[in-house]
Nanobody, 123 residues
Framework: QVQLFESGGGSVQPGGSLRLSCAAS????????ASWYRQAPGQPRELVAT???????TYADSVKGRFTISRDAAKLPLYLQMNSLTPEDTAVYYC?????????????????WGQGTQVTVAS
């Protein structure tokens, strides 16, 4: 089973930058999607950014132009470069990898989550 580990969170002032990383306990050579989610206090978990196995990238409107999702050529580690941070970006950020596939009745692979890393933006 794959375990994911986020790192790079911390406290930063508004306008600052952070880079989050997501590493896996074992090699992952392909996936359907690799994503960053976040959950602020009292709020539902929301999708921040996704990159597909073929390289298609999607961002939430709230982070477009400020955040960049990227990966190594080997698919992982996964990164989230966060610039121009605001207090509204304060949340626990989670890495998510979907490696599921189907053959006939069988579903293989899985969906994996990291433990989360705290990002706090405050003056």
């Amino acid at each position: 089973q794959v375990q994911l580990f986020e790192s790079g969170g911390g406290s930063v002032q508004p306008g600052g930058s952070l880079r989050l990383s997501c590493a896996a306990s074992q090699s992952i050579y392909t996936y359907n999607t690799a994503s960053w989610y976040r959950q602020a206090p009292g709020q539902p978990r929301e999708l921040v950014a996704t990159i597909t196995g073929s390289g298609t990238i999607t961002y939430a409107d709230s982070v477009k132009g400020r955040f960049t999702i990227s990966r190594d050529a080997a698919k992982l580690p996964l990164y989230l470069q966060m610039n121009s941070l605001t207090p509204e970006d304060t949340a626990v950020y989670y890495c998510n990898i979907d490696t599921t596939g189907r053959k006939g009745w069988t579903t293989y692979g899985g969906v994996y989550w990291g433990q989360g890393t705290q990002v706090t933006v405050a003056s």
